[in-house]
């Protein structure tokens, strides 16, 4: 059995991409994610691995495409303004099928903002983020394990499908200190699509890159990457129920609301009121079916999030999806604000309440 270690969630992503076969890291300091550069910074060079401080989140995002499209596994992360920078690169990677990890630890925003946790950087991410037609998986851990369990998930998951996959963490998620027990070193071959190794192969070069001045095929490109895409909804949905068969309502909530929404259940169950929980762990694909069916049984829904109002947007074309009529109700805190377990019990109740009166 492994051994259970403590460690920080950034620095558990930082160990569990190392483990998942990292060899390029480039990034850029920002809080509250300046400890995954700074644990890279030492474990990269020590294994004979790749590190670049880069000279911008810009140069670091192209760094780490330019670093993929040479078939090895790589690495970049930042925090929310700095994604934002990443964009232009992300969407690059993108239309170029070229599989890489990113890693976001959000902080409030627009613009600077501040350093503490938020959530609203889920329509940047479950959207694309950058121009043109394009998806990327998004995962969202909700504690320390989960750092690391997602990020070593994510290099796989861009391996199979050519794509740039997103670890969606807020600010707590990445600073809190948790036990956790950490995946197994793996050793993982180039990609047989790279570029570079023609001398040695005695292959044709290999040109990778996002540009088609054709419009008719691009469109092409564009809709057999689609056609993937259909196989990731088919296939990588995840998501966890928390005592929502029977619940008079569910609260839909993802990272550290999640967690809150544990402390509200527990309130909850002490007056007899019965709530469920469901966290979608894939922020995209998201679990439409998998919500849908709560609502299409006319329970209540309530959206937990620590923005304004993002992730309440799938919530209710999870519900138009079931054909159900149910009402969805939102907790938003943003600007940094985490919602208290008894700020979320209070909103079930008022929500519960509403229900009541309409009928």
């Not at 670091?60 to 670093?67: H, K, L, R, S, T």
């Not at 979608?280 to 049984?297: D, R, V």
């Not at 109700?329 to 009166?357: Q, W």
């Amino acid at each position: 059995m492994s051994e259970k270690v403590l460690m920080k969630g950034n620095d558990a992503i930082s160990e569990a991409a190392i483990r998942a076969g990292c060899m390029a890291y480039f990034g850029y300091p920002i809080t509250p994610q300046n400890e995954i550069p700074a644990y890279m910074s030492r474990h990269m060079l020590e294994k004979g691995r790749v590190f670049i401080q880069a000279e911008s989140e810009i140069g670091a995002m192209i760094m780490v495409y330019g670093a993929a499209c040479s078939g090895i596994r790589a690495m970049t992360s930042s925090s929310s303004p700095g994604i934002s920078l990443k964009q232009e690169g992300l969407s690059y990677a993108a239309g170029a099928d070229v599989p890489l990890v990113l890693v976001n630890i959000n902080r409030g925003g627009p613009g600077l903002g501040n350093i503490a946790p938020a959530q609203s950087d889920y329509i940047q991410s479950t959207r694309g983020g950058g121009h043109g037609d394009y998806r990327c998986i998004v995962l969202a851990p909700k504690n320390v394990q989960e750092c690391a369990d997602f990020t070593y998930l994510a290099f796989d998951l861009a391996d199979k499908y050519r794509m740039p996959v997103i670890v969606h963490a807020d600010g707590l998620i990445g600073q809190m200190v948790e036990g956790l027990v950490l995946p197994p070193e793996k050793t993982v071959p180039k990609y047989e699509w790279s570029a570079g190794g023609m001398a040695k192969k005695k292959r044709e070069a290999i040109h990778i890159t996002s540009i088609e001045l054709v419009p008719e095929k691009l469109e092409a490109q564009t809709k057999a990457r689609f056609e993937r895409y259909e196989k990731v909804k088919a296939a990588e949905v995840r998501y966890e129920e928390n005592d929502c068969a029977d619940a008079d309502l569910v609260m839909v909530a993802f990272g550290t609301c999640a967690r809150v929404c544990l402390g509200a259940q527990k309130l909850a169950k002490k007056e007899g009121i019965k709530l469920g929980i469901f966290r979608p762990i894939s922020l995209w694909p998201f679990p439409f079916e998998a919500l849908g069916k709560f609502a299409s049984n006319g329970k209540p829904l309530l959206s937990v999030e620590m923005s304004e109002g993002q992730l309440v947007e799938d919530v209710k074309l999870a519900a138009y999806y079931a054909g159900s009529k149910s009402n969805i109700h939102l907790l938003g805190r943003s600007g940094g604000v985490i919602p208290t377990e008894e700020e979320v019990f209070d909103a079930c109740k008022k929500a519960l309440e509403k229900e009541k009166t309409s009928k």
